[in-house]
């Protein structure tokens, strides 16, 4: 699909999940810095026309992590706007840019309530995911195989 396409793609949220949480307040030291790795990733149901955004946030302190969060948000695209990312000749399905990064702009804010959630009133609840542009870890169009061989 051409960055430059108009047309609207048509999806909704189907589903949340809290792939991971893992709370660690008792490794905490004060007045240490903390650092946040971040990842994304995307997956696909071809079938049933599903696409999955997970979205994962590490905090550490002294390389310890204290806070992991992964949050999946699975959406559904409708067959039409889904047509518009299928190369079925190479077998990809071709995640526009701007599109994955609205999507994971999205998840990234969903995972934010999740883990406020499970921190409020507790002192872990002061650290939040950072409000940046989770738009710029993604350089490029995301192209997935339709039809993933599956490994044992």
């Known amino acids: 699909m051409p960055e430059n396409n108009s047309r609207r793609v048509n999806f909704a949220l189907v589903k949340i999940s809290t792939e991971q949480i893992e709370l660690s307040p008792e490794t905490i030291e004060d007045n240490k810095p903390v650092k946040i ?3 994304l990733n995307f997956g696909i149901d071809n079938g049933k026309k599903l696409l999955k955004v ?3 946030n ?9 806070i992991t969060i992964e949050t999946g948000c699975i959406y559904a695209i409708d067959p039409e ?4 990312f299928t190369n079925e ?13 609205h999507l994971a702009t999205l998840t990234a804010s969903t ?4 883990l406020h959630n499970a921190t409020e009133n507790t002192p872990l609840n002061r650290f939040f995911i950072p409000a940046n542009n989770v738009e710029e870890m993604i350089k490029e169009n995301i192209g997935l195989p339709l039809n993933p061989e599956i490994r044992s």
Do not use: C, Y
């Open 89 to 101: 000749e190479k077998g990809i399905f071709i995640l526009p840019k701007n599109f994955a990064g």
């Open 58 to 66: 590490v905090f550490l302190q002294e390389e310890t992590p204290f």
């Open 37 to 39: 790795n971040a990842g």
């Open 54 to 56: 997970l979205f994962k």
């Open 111 to 114: 995972a934010r309530g999740i």
């Open 81 to 84: 706007s889904w047509n518009l």
